[in-house]
């Protein structure tokens, strides 16, 4: 981290001064509000993703929203948050480049705030709750940094009624494997095969990693779950999803997975006119243009043959139960 | 390297930077401009808005020109002579600010950041935390409605603070303070990074020529070059000029690119 934007409100917390002391060369600037940084014009995304800053702030409310309709696992009362903006990885298809003028990463300290906001979130419901992680971020690939993760799990080992589902391509697991496992939690990777990302997600864990990680945590008794998502077309698609699923479920339990869910591609219009201006050179953009509802999204003869077969295949490997349509982040 | 502009107040300040550079008069109507093998060179004059007038009027002027580094002297409770690289620009009297994205601490190593803050009048009010100039704001103002603020920064060199104060300034200790940032401007030239930017020239130059032969109108031009965007991402070129020459029309060059492009196989 070369540069570190600090609101003055922050900087004498001891989680800030912990961040802080991980990155001694650091630049330090400090700043009222990290929006001033974060949504100010005339910054690049595609720049700023070679060395992004680190911003550290307060999050001030909104800190619990619920999910748009669709997304959910199961349950009833579905929420998600997100303690930090952006990601250290660099997947093309992602909607974080078309929704933020910033690639620089904020990271909001005030993890209790959060904390008590799902707890008085889960009190207000009768039924159980469930809390999405990894909405605007991915939820582990900073953890080494943040802990953010490992102090969730704390407060969520106290609150049964209150479910988390932690949404990752990383393998930053030392932390999970060094605890007892929570009934209350899913550790959700999102899978594509192999080729998809590598020409896709740059910077991310190759397929195989993220496989060993979740046997990992599934050997140590965490409930884990597959997100096939997004699910891209191409001339070889049904090759690709068959390779990718037999690789997967040949090397877990599958009785024992919690949940599998698919996810169309799908971005905002305004989302992916930005991101093609960024990445004129990306071929996955170049060969995506059907609007449909505002929405960028493939035709709708080719997103259901892609989530047809998809969820034919499926079924060779989960039992109903175990399946949800459409989790999609985008 | 893409053409880089430096930016300075005074002649005292542009002196040194015309020699080291070996830049030479370029004749404008009512800026003042330098040009050199690696960058050009604006003296904007004294004051916010000279330097954001002159700033707006360089780049429609120079539309080459894709970096902005002001390079000038500033008051600060530093040592003297000590070069600065600004990593946030206040407008005193606005309060608006901006933050230039600062490249890898690695490739400036010795060179400290601080807050500039751009004074309507000179201030002797130094402290650790700021260095006051009068331009930085104006140059901001205006480089920012059209470049990424990881191309426009700005690099101080400390002229005055409460030992040696501002009446002590001559154009002398002025020009001799800039050769010292000489270094760290060229490093900075140097950091900035237009290798993260996409490549469209190929893209550029097959629409320049097309729509010199075929009438486009404005529309039709933006969308040919998304259509070229496009065809170059799938096949990694542009669709060959020779087998384009058949087509006299927008609107026959659009269904044909259309079609090549629905047909493009995708595979992974
Ligand atoms: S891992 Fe998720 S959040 Fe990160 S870049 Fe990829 S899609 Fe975006």
Same mark, same amino acid.
């Given at each position: ?330 | ?128 935390? =700021?260095? !006051? /100039?009068?331009?930085? $704001?104006?140059?901001?103002?205006? @480089? ?7 191309? +426009? #920064? ?37 950091? =900035?990074? !237009? /290798?993260?930017?996409? $490549?469209?020239?190929?893209?550029? @130059? ?7 032969? +075929? #009438? ?53």
């Amino acid at each position: 981290m070369d540069t570190i934007y600090i609101e003055r409100d922050v900087l004498s917390l001891s989680r800030t001064q912990n961040i802080l002391s991980r990155y001694p060369n650091a630049r330090h600037v400090l700043v009222d509000r990290y929006t001033d940084v974060f949504n100010a014009p005339a910054q690049n995304f595609r720049v700023q993703k070679r060395n992004p800053a680190l911003i550290l702030a307060h999050k001030h409310g909104n800190r619990v929203i619920e999910t748009p309709p669709g997304y959910h696992i199961g349950g009833e009362n579905n929420y998600y948050f997100s303690h930090m903006l952006n990601c250290i990885y660099d997947c093309r298809y992602c909607f974080l480049q078309g929704m933020y003028r910033s690639a620089n990463y904020v990271v909001f300290v005030n993890y209790d705030d959060f904390f008590e906001d799902i707890k008085r979130t889960t009190d207000l419901n009768s039924s159980p709750s469930w809390f999405f992680s990894g909405y605007d971020c991915d939820s582990l690939a900073l953890e080494p940094m943040t802990r953010f993760i490992e102090t969730c799990l704390d407060n969520f080992s106290m609150t049964p009624k209150a479910n988390l589902e932690i949404r990752t391509k990383s393998t930053q697991i030392r932390n999970l494997l060094a605890r007892p496992a929570l009934d209350n939690c899913v550790i959700a990777y999102s899978l594509s095969p192999e080729e998809v990302v590598s020409a896709e997600e740059h910077k991310t864990p190759s397929l195989a990693k993220r496989i060993s990680a979740l046997k990992s945590l599934q050997d140590h008794g965490w409930h884990i779950g597959l997100r096939f998502d997004p699910l891209l077309k191409a001339d070889n698609y049904q090759q690709l999803y068959s390779d990718l699923f037999e690789q997967v479920f040949k090397e877990l339990n599958r009785s024992a997975i919690h949940s599998v869910s698919l996810g169309p591609f799908r971005l905002p219009k305004q989302f992916f006119k930005k991101m093609i201006r960024l990445y004129p050179e990306s071929k996955l953009l170049a060969a995506s243009t059907n609007m449909r509802d505002n929405m960028l999204s493939y035709d709708e003869q080719t997103e259901s043959s892609l989530l047809n077969f998809c969820e034919t295949r499926l079924q060779d490997y989960i039992t109903p139960d175990q399946y949800f349509p459409c989790v999609s982040v985008s | 390297m893409p053409s880089i502009c430096l930016i300075t107040a005074l002649p005292a300040e542009a002196r040194p930077l015309i020699t080291y550079f070996g830049m030479r008069a370029i004749g404008h109507s009512h800026l003042r401009l330098h040009q050199g093998e690696s960058a050009y060179l604006l003296q904007c004059g004294v004051g916010k808005l000279n330097a954001a007038a002159r700033t707006a009027a360089m780049l429609q002027s120079l539309p080459d020109v894709v970096a902005i580094i002001n390079v000038g002297i500033a008051g600060s409770d530093r040592t003297l002579g000590e070069t600065l690289l600004a990593h946030g620009v206040q407008d005193q009297a606005s309060a608006q600010q901006w933050f230039p994205h600062l490249p890898a601490v690695n490739r400036l190593p010795d060179v400290a950041s601080i807050q500039v803050c751009t004074v309507d009048k000179p201030s002797s009010n130094y402290t650790q935390e =700021l260095a !006051f /100039d009068m331009e930085a $704001s104006g140059i901001f103002n205006a @480089a920012s409605k059209v470049l990424d603020l990881a191309f +426009v #920064h700005c690099v101080k060199v400390v002229s005055d603070n409460a030992e040696s104060t501002l009446d002590t300034i001559t154009a002398k200790s002025a020009s001799a303070s800039i050769k010292e940032a000489i270094p760290t401007v060229e490093k900075l030239m140097h950091a =900035l990074p !237009f /290798d993260a930017l996409p $490549s469209t020239s190929a893209v550029e @130059a097959l629409s320049h020529a097309l729509t010199n032969r +075929v #009438h486009y109108t404005a529309t039709e031009r933006h969308s040919l070059k998304q259509l070229l965007h496009r065809y170059n991402a799938l096949f990694n070129e542009v669709p060959n000029a020779q087998a384009l020459e058949k087509y006299n029309n927008a609107k026959d060059i659009r269904k044909m690119l259309l079609s090549k492009i629905d047909s493009a196989a995708v595979t992974y």
